[in-house]
């Protein structure tokens, strides 16, 4: 009996000994992968973000030269998304940690707080770009709860604003890679420059009187604010759930008394109150707006923050009865030369 006894505990101890060294075997492969030896003999830097405009911005500017990360899967709703326990340990891997800020990623920031090395630093690129007085309050986003409408990237040039911020952080955490930062930031800043010239042409191309905007999610202050365009309404409440009735009720007249032709819905927030709003008032409901969902997939040359803003303000500018046609010359390509070394969740 003993014997038996002796002999089954060997094999197992034998077994967890061969699992053992295969774990270890196998956290040094992903370690060495994470931590390639670049060309001048620095380390890739080890990089994680949230939404994919966010991360689209650090991979135009890092590129080939830092391993990027991203956490907050597209078609999703940012404002409540709750990482996986599993991101801990990205966390803790992570030299640098890019958040939008302004109260977006609360539980990704709580986590990364939490698990980040003490050396590893977090970044708040909505915080750094706008000063506090500046911050927008609104419908979705009311002053009296103190958040912010954080969706500052829709303004392409606080999306630049991002882009510089990144650019100097990862120069002052890979000084060999200072020149390949800044070479990427000038491109990317020609490539925002000329959206936000043909933008300016669109929208002045849309009719006085259809300059209005009213979304389902709130997510297009910043942008209308700087092109000229009127947010009469948002339909999605604060706490992110449906508008009652009454509220129903009062957006019909609204819509009526504002005579727009059109009002958007979103990709990630699909809502029955949108369509009932549009065929009350007889316009047109356009339901794809695309907030942090970029278009395509990984590797298709829209798939970028630039790809993003170029969809929907073709999308919005027609709708509203403009002509977007120069849209079609903004660059959406990838910013530097090279294998990107991106991974969207």
């Not at 001048?40 to 500017?61: F, L, N, Q």
């Not at 936000?196 to 979304?215: F, G, M, Q, Y």
């Not at 919005?316 to 403009?322: Q, S």
Request: proline fraction near 6%; hydrophobic fraction near 40%.
């Amino acid at each position: 009996m003993l014997k038996t006894i002796f002999k089954y505990d060997h094999n197992i101890g034998l077994f967890l000994v061969i699992s053992l060294v295969a774990l270890f075997a196998g956290c040094q492969t992903e370690d060495a992968k994470d931590q390639l030896l670049l060309e001048d003999g620095s380390i890739k830097p080890r990089v994680i973000t949230t939404v994919s405009p966010i991360t689209s911005i650090v991979d135009a500017i890092g590129g080939e030269r830092i391993t990027l990360k991203g956490i907050v899967p597209e078609g999703v709703n940012s404002h409540t998304f709750d990482p996986a326990p599993s991101t801990a340990i990205a966390f803790s891997n992570a030299d640098i940690i890019f958040l939008n800020g302004l109260y977006l990623e609360e539980p990704a920031l709580d986590m990364a707080l939490k698990n980040k090395r003490e050396e590893s630093k977090i970044v708040l690129l909505g915080n750094r770009t706008l000063d506090k007085s500046k911050w927008v309050y609104d419908f979705s986003f009311p002053e009296e709860q103190g958040v912010p409408n954080p969706h500052l990237w829709t303004d392409p040039m606080l999306a630049l604003e991002y882009a510089l911020i990144v650019s100097a952080e990862l120069s002052a955490l890979d000084p060999l890679g200072e020149t390949y930062y800044q070479s990427n930031y000038k491109t990317f800043e020609a490539r925002i420059l000329n959206l936000d010239s043909e933008i300016k042409i669109a929208v002045l191309s849309i009719p006085t009187s259809n300059r209005k905007l009213l979304t389902y999610h709130d997510s297009f202050p910043y942008f209308a604010k700087r092109y000229g365009l009127t947010v009469i309404a948002a339909v999605q409440p604060s706490d992110f759930t449906e508008p009652s009735a009454r509220e129903v009720a009062q957006l019909i007249d609204q819509v009526r008394l504002e005579k727009v032709p059109a009002i958007f819905g979103s990709n990630v927030f699909p809502s029955p109150v949108m369509s009932q709003i549009a065929h009350e008032t007889q316009i047109s409901f356009i339901d794809n707006l695309r907030d942090d969902d970029l278009p395509g997939s990984h590797g298709d040359i829209g798939h970028s923050y630039l790809g993003l803003m170029v969809e929907n303000v073709r999308t919005i500018v027609v709708a509203l009865g403009g002509d977007a046609e120069g849209l079609q010359y903004v660059d959406t390509s990838p910013i530097f030369q090279g294998e990107s070394q991106v991974i969207y969740p």
